[in-house]
T-cell receptor, first 114, second 111 residues
Framework: EPEVTQTPSHQVTQMGQEVILRCVPISNHLYFYWYRQILGQKVEFLVSFYNNEISEKSEIFDDQFSVERPDGSNFTLKIRSTKLEDSAMYFC????????????FGSGTRLTVV | QKEVEQDPGPLSVPEGAIVSLNCTYSNSAFQYFMWYRQYSRKGPELLMYTYSSGNKEDGRFTAQVDKSSKYISLFIRDSQPSDSATYLCAMRTSGTYKYIFGTGTRLKVLA
């Protein structure tokens, strides 16, 4: 069964450093998303991406965050200057027919900011 | 009032039991509803997707939406120890990509 792949599975970074989280969505999917889950809290929407541009973003997704689809297979989330409160599981997801159906999530990247 | 509310559990049931998991919501404009299963430190896995009201069945799983009561349910028949996980409901309105998730209900099925 097709899956969404995320790397790395765990990243530790120092506060103020830039991090890039990488995702390979399902190959024929057109819509891509990032969500995050702070430990013990609910899954929260960050951003959606379609046709090489952001289609929607949440209030969490401020100027520190950016997304990119640098080639035909990868989808990245960059955090420019990490803060302690950015520590969370970051999930990439993709969907084939837009918003009409559920997403397929990756296994996540655990980001720890120290 | 929270947009989506879910009892955090844990809910413990014996193997073979019928499990009922529920979410209530406040936004009457929600139209798309999903149930996900999440194992510890893993990504959510889509179980059921429902549009608007009604029931949907897939194997041992049945999803129900009651829009008049702003209440959705997931039933698991013949529960197995492998069903032990956290179950998340998620929902959204039309015209947005943003799903709102509940906090999840932790389920333990005892062998």
């Amino acid at each position: 069964e097709p899956e969404v792949t995320q790397t790395p599975s765990h990243q530790v970074t120092q506060m103020g450093q830039e991090v890039i989280l990488r995702c390979v969505p399902i190959s024929n999917h057109l819509y891509f998303y990032w969500y995050r889950q702070i430990l013990g809290q609910k899954v929260e929407f960050l951003v959606s991406f379609y046709n090489n541009e952001i289609s929607e973003k949440s209030e969490i997704f401020d100027d520190q965050f950016s997304v990119e689809r640098p080639d035909g297979s990868n989808f990245t989330l960059k955090i420019r200057s990490t803060k302690l409160e950015d520590s969370a599981m970051y999930f990439c997801a993709s969907s084939g027919t837009g918003t009409a159906y559920g997403y397929t999530f990756g296994s996540g990247t655990r980001l720890t900011v120290v | 009032q929270k947009e989506v509310e879910q009892d955090p559990g844990p809910l413990s049931v014996p193997e073979g039991a019928i499990v009922s998991l529920n979410c209530t919501y406040s936004n009457s404009a929600f139209q798309y509803f999903m149930w996900y299963r999440q194992y510890s430190r893993k990504g959510p896995e889509l179980l059921m997707y429902t549009y608007s009201s009604g029931n949907k069945e897939d194997g041992r799983f049945t999803a129900q939406v009651d829009k008049s009561s702003k209440y959705i349910s997931l039933f698991i028949r013949d529960s197995q120890p492998s069903d032990s996980a956290t179950y998340l409901c998620a929902m959204r309105t039309s015209g947005t990509y943003k799903y709102i998730f509940g906090t999840g209900t932790r389920l333990k099925v005892l062998a």
